[in-house]
């Protein structure tokens, strides 16, 4: 899972640079944690759930939904 933070076009297919989302479980609630330091390029064909998407099928593949985004913790484990 990624987030992307900016859009770009090579050779006429659009990428993404995107930062890694990671499940965390913090004070009890599941959800993720944007790792800024790790920084992905993505293809726009690489792409394959929207938000939109995963808001309606999260629980199908057992991850939390895609709100649940937790602040930067104070150290990666």
Do not use: N
């Not at 859009?7 to 659009?14: A, E, Q, V, Y």
């Amino acid at each position: 899972m990624c987030i992307p933070e900016r859009w770009f076009t090579r050779d006429g297919t659009l990428f993404a640079q995107a930062w890694k989302l990671e499940i965390r479980v913090i004070e009890g609630v599941e959800g993720w944690v944007v790792r800024k330091d790790i920084e992905l390029e993505v293809s726009e064909h690489q792409l394959a759930k929207s938000f939109a998407s995963l808001d309606k099928e999260f629980s199908r593949y057992q991850i939390p939904h895609p709100s649940l985004i937790h602040g930067r913790p104070l150290i990666y484990i």
